[in-house]
């Protein structure tokens, strides 16, 4: 698969190996996925996102796995199984165990299925809800 | 909108009636939102899906503020409008803050864009993924 | 709401006319549902859909009741909420009860349901699924 | 594919092996498909969902083909390449033909269409939906 | 994968025959791409899809080139893998270079980055943006 | 509708004034839609989110109104009534003409109906379309 080739670092531009080198230095590991081999193609949008990425995903309010868990919810709801995959790695590496994980699934076949009942029904926002 | 009317306390048979009197117990509160009122057509699913939310939306391996956060996130990939604001109100009534909040859309935002790139892309999964 | 004006019968281009008059020819009725009034700037698409959809959703080895679940399968999967509305309706003047409508809704929300876990457990078409 | 690892027969618990027994006893064949074993970490949700399923897919005011119908139709909106195989397979072991299908696609085609118009045009729903 | 075998051109209805015919002639190739393999199993579908095909993506007011752009951006968000790889080759062949390729993936993940925050912060349109 | 209040002028901080005040001089009007008073209780995502869709939207490769189209879409195959309706008028004073409209419609419909069918029938990437 793939619109474009991934792109070996022998074959980066400078600025897309300064992000590739903050990915390496941010990780702390050597390994690059394959999005950020596609996304090299565009060192504009490559920085953009990585930056943007880098930022939203750090502790904060709410604590980096977390995050995770919110990203893999949306990325099953749109059916992106790259993203699944490469955040259920993440998430393991940031502590999800396997009762978390199951949990997470649990949610998201919930939401999924309330959210199509929902849909079908068109069941207008009670006043309570708005904000 | 909707494709069937609401149904009020005195139209309910008496299955859907115990369970919107369990859903008032459990919430402490005599207020039973729309979508309850338009499912009571059906107390099978009513049953089921309220009886299946409670456990599934209980304190667990997750707290049941973060699994708000991803019934959330699943609602706005899938744009059920009615999911998200009332889960977006009882995210609130368990301690959402509003610095959550916008941590919490900006984890959204972010897993949106690399979805749409990831697809655009074709992204094969890297092996490393797999579990 | 809306992008374009819904056009009334006196706005409407000779061609557009021709499809209104089939439309109302076929249903047996004078009215015309927005829809159509907005899709009545463009002739050509206007012509498609419609001779399109007279084809598609008419009786075949599906009855057309059958159909028209299918069709708001899809629209509520999409959040279609216009969709929803208007082929709920379609299908009630072709005998949707209460009781078909509300396993219907069962069945969709049980589909939305397996749809988001498969999806976030990644699984593997099983070889005996393939034509 | 896969985020978690798919279990075989001897590594289940005994709940899960009792919903595997069920479900060989239902189908009336000894094969198990790879959802449930991916599901079949989690004992909860691996009971809930089969029992449910087991119920909602079952002879009601539709019929079990019929059914399959509107779970393929969800699962073709949603993108869900497992769903769409398991359940096509599923129909065509309850009876569904090849003309069934290719009237089952043309209507998923079409409102697919008919979606994206709409939403894109922005339509108001007519007052005559509205139930 | 594949919910229907591909039909080889021996295995074709005469109808089926004569729309491979036109695309062929149309697009000055031997090569048929799986789509119309796997829809050849349904003439009417076949005809109706490509005859509107051929119709729509023509030039008019926007030249081919920008409709296969929309093409892909509906696809990306749809998650519809095939109809990706098959329109950005259709795209290069009708002149996408890799700036405008990247120009557009910015622009698709842009747009599912603002649905998503529009979405889970429950937008109401500006009056400014009616028609 | 809407889980966070659209904030006023007067209730905004200084960094999200600076981002009003540079929307206000790009667009050379004093006129700011609803999104970003929404977006405005975050001043890191709304700086974020303003300052990559400048740059992102601003003529290259693609010309502005070019991208506009593929935001229209998205957003339609997302459903985002909002983002259809203020890139729609976007459009629309950026040189949309009637025409144009038509034609960006018909296309995102043949994009939707193929997408569902492709779906459906599990196609198989062809080899000639990988990069």
């Avoid at 749109?78 to 165990?97: F, P, Q, R, W």
Wanted: glycine share 6%; hydrophobic share 45%.
């Amino acid at each position: 698969m793939g619109t474009v080739p991934l792109l070996e670092d022998d074959a980066l531009a400078p600025r897309a190996r300064a992000v590739f080198d903050d990915i390496r230095a941010t990780r702390g590991t050597d390994f690059i996925n394959n999005f950020w081999r596609a996304l090299a193609h565009d060192p504009d949008t490559l920085e953009a996102v990585w930056s943007r990425l880098k930022s939203v995903m750090a502790a904060g309010s709410l604590d980096p796995l977390t995050k995770e868990l919110i990203y893999i919810a949306v990325s099953s709801a749109n059916g992106c199984d790259y993203c699944i995959h490469s955040h259920t790695a993440s998430a393991k590496s940031k502590g999800l165990t396997p009762e978390m994980h199951t949990e997470l699934l649990a949610v998201i076949g919930m939401a999924m299925q309330t959210n199509g009942l929902v849909k079908a029904l068109g069941v207008q926002t009670d006043d309570a809800f708005l904000a």
